[in-house]
């Protein structure tokens, strides 16, 4: 019985503790967030982590992406992005929750996109603000398309 209760007890700790909590070490990310007025609800881990190439600008998803962000993507190419997703709460794009993808280049965030949670649908990009690139972008989709591949093909 002695041995029983502390392994229930680990056991329930470990239960208990997952991928929902906000580690301290995303402090500077969710005060990101919250700087943007969302609640955030959980800390879903890394999505991705890639080194940002030209090549990865001009294809699908990637394009998209970073056509939805406030920076130049030159900046940061051959830089290593990790993509940490979050859910919050407060969001613009859905009533409900709505899942959150910052992007930081050596732990510092950049900019990020936003996608309603438990959505399966195919499409959709949004930014981190609930934005389309049409609603960001001063021009057509076909031509904001063929200028960023220009730019980024050289």
């Not at 280049?105 to 949670?117: A, E, L, Q, Y």
Request: include cysteine; glycine fraction near 8%; hydrophobic fraction near 35%.
């Amino acid at each position: 019985m002695k041995v029983f209760i502390p392994i229930m007890v680990l056991v329930l700790l470990v239960a208990c503790s997952g991928r929902n909590e906000l580690p301290i070490e995303r402090s500077s990310t969710i005060a990101y967030i919250e700087e943007k007025g969302y609640k955030v609800l959980s800390y879903e881990g890394r999505s991705s982590s890639y080194e940002l190439t030209k090549e990865k600008l001009i294809g699908l998803p990637y394009m998209m992406y970073w056509g939805l962000m406030p920076v130049d993507p030159a900046d940061y190419i051959g830089k290593t992005v990790n993509v940490e997703k979050f859910i919050v709460m407060n969001h613009p794009l859905a009533k409900g929750k709505v899942d959150v993808y910052v992007y930081e280049v050596n732990s510092v965030p950049i900019g990020g996109t936003s996608f309603p949670h438990g959505d399966k649908s195919d499409g959709g990009y949004w930014s981190l603000e609930g934005k389309t690139l049409e609603e960001l972008q001063p021009k057509s989709f076909q031509d904001w398309r063929e200028e960023w591949v220009n730019k980024y093909s050289e």
